[in-house]
């Protein structure tokens, strides 16, 4: 439901709490409202959801979160400025709107926001990947994902078997989630433009997510079989099992991991549990 008060221009905003971008925090601001518009958009359908919002900056990506029908938005913001920044639109939000000064990369998001809840935000270039990761640990707990990142980051989460973009990313991510990407957004739209064009992607969980025991194995598998890529997997998974676990799950030892498929991984992932 759109603000019965409206805010301030962003550029305003920016001014009033000299809220400069900030490189140690990876800090690029989207300030046009149709193209913030269009990424709320990309994250519908959201009526009924408690939306997580990651780093809000001045509010404009909030601003278009909160015209949506979502139920409430919660804000997770690390710097004190962007805090001060956004609080009169928490004023005019009519109670849909939550600031809380914390960082993303220790918050309890489902002990923070009931459910359903889905994550959008505009990710901070520098921890990124890293809160990605640990959001598709609990995948279950999520309605949806809808990030945007650096475009090399995106391409990666999406990347196909036998490609060079194809690692550890993009089989933690596929394996839990229908993944892909919904826009693509120049370096020229953001404010300060960043060295690189970004992308926006939309992760979906898949229904009967895994079990933690299964996931923690697949962590495991993946960091070893791409923590070496040039080598063989005999020789990269030698130390959760080697030739031994690869004929288990019928994989040539030979092969390399950027070779595997998604559901190969999974085998070997539960010739892994059954090796106890």
Same mark, same amino acid.
């Not at 009033?16 to 149709?34: E, W």
């Not at 001060?84 to 939550?98: M, W, Y």
């Not at 990124?128 to 598709?136: A, N, R």
């Given at each position: 439901?759109?603000?019965? !008060?409206?805010?301030?221009?962003?550029? +305003?905003?920016?001014?009033?709490?000299?809220?400069?971008?900030?490189?140690?925090?990876?800090?690029? =601001?989207?300030?046009?409202?149709?193209? /913030?518009?269009?990424?709320?958009?990309?994250?519908?359908?959201?009526?009924?959801?408690?939306?997580?919002?990651?780093?809000?900056?001045?509010?404009?990506?909030?601003?278009?979160?909160?015209?949506?029908?979502?139920?409430?938005?919660?804000?997770? +913001? =690390?710097? %004190?400025?962007?805090?001060?920044?956004?609080?009169?639109?928490?004023?005019?939000?009519? $109670?849909?709107?939550?600031?809380?000064?914390?960082?993303?990369?220790?918050?309890?998001? %489902?002990?923070?926001?009931?459910? %359903?809840?889905?994550?959008?935000?505009?990710?901070?270039?520098?921890?990124?990947?890293?809160?990605? !990761?640990? *959001?598709?640990?609990?995948?279950?707990?999520?309605?949806? &994902?809808?990030?945007? =990142?650096?475009?090399?980051?995106?391409?990666?989460?999406?990347?196909?078997?036998?490609?060079?973009?194809? $690692?550890?990313?993009?089989?933690?991510?596929? *394996? /839990?989630?229908?993944?892909?990407?919904?826009?693509?957004?120049?370096?020229?739209? =953001?404010?300060?433009?960043? #060295?690189?064009?970004?992308?926006?992607?939309?992760?979906?969980? #898949?229904?009967?997510?895994?079990?933690?025991?299964?996931?923690?194995?697949?962590?495991?598998?993946?960091?070893?079989? &791409?923590?070496?890529?040039?080598?063989?997997?005999?020789?990269?998974?030698?130390? @959760? $099992?080697? @030739?031994? /676990?690869?004929?288990?799950?019928? @994989?040539?030892?030979?092969?390399?991991? +950027?070779? /595997?498929?998604?559901? +190969? &991984?999974?085998?070997?992932?539960?010739?892994?549990? #059954?090796?106890?």
């Amino acid at each position: 439901m759109p603000n019965e !008060i409206l805010p301030p221009p962003l550029r +305003e905003v920016i001014k009033t709490y000299d809220l400069r971008a900030d490189k140690s925090l990876g800090q690029h =601001f989207l300030l046009d409202p149709n193209l /913030l518009a269009s990424i709320a958009a990309r994250a519908e359908p959201l009526a009924g959801v408690n939306v997580i919002e990651i780093g809000p900056g001045p509010g404009g990506l909030t601003r278009a979160l909160l015209a949506t029908g979502a139920r409430h938005v919660t804000a997770i +913001e =690390f710097d %004190p400025r962007a805090v001060a920044a956004i609080k009169a639109l928490a004023e005019s939000a009519q $109670g849909r709107l939550t600031i809380l000064q914390a960082d993303a990369m220790k918050a309890d998001l %489902p002990a923070l926001v009931p459910a %359903p809840r889905a994550i959008v935000a505009n990710l901070p270039y520098n921890i990124g990947t890293p809160l990605l !990761i640990s *959001w598709l640990m609990q995948a279950a707990q999520y309605q949806s &994902f809808t990030l945007m =990142f650096q475009l090399e980051v995106a391409q990666r989460i999406c990347a196909a078997p036998n490609t060079p973009a194809y $690692g550890r990313i993009s089989v933690l991510a596929q *394996w /839990l989630c229908d993944v892909a990407i919904v826009m693509q957004i120049p370096a020229s739209a =953001f404010a300060p433009p960043p #060295k690189v064009d970004s992308a926006l992607i939309r992760l979906v969980p #898949k229904p009967n997510q895994p079990p933690r025991r299964q996931i923690q194995a697949m962590e495991k598998l993946t960091a070893a079989a &791409f923590g070496q890529r040039r080598k063989m997997l005999r020789g990269a998974l030698k130390g @959760i $099992g080697g @030739i031994a /676990l690869l004929d288990a799950a019928g @994989i040539d030892p030979a092969r390399r991991a +950027e070779t /595997l498929s998604v559901e +190969e &991984f999974e085998q070997l992932m539960m010739a892994i549990l #059954k090796q106890g």
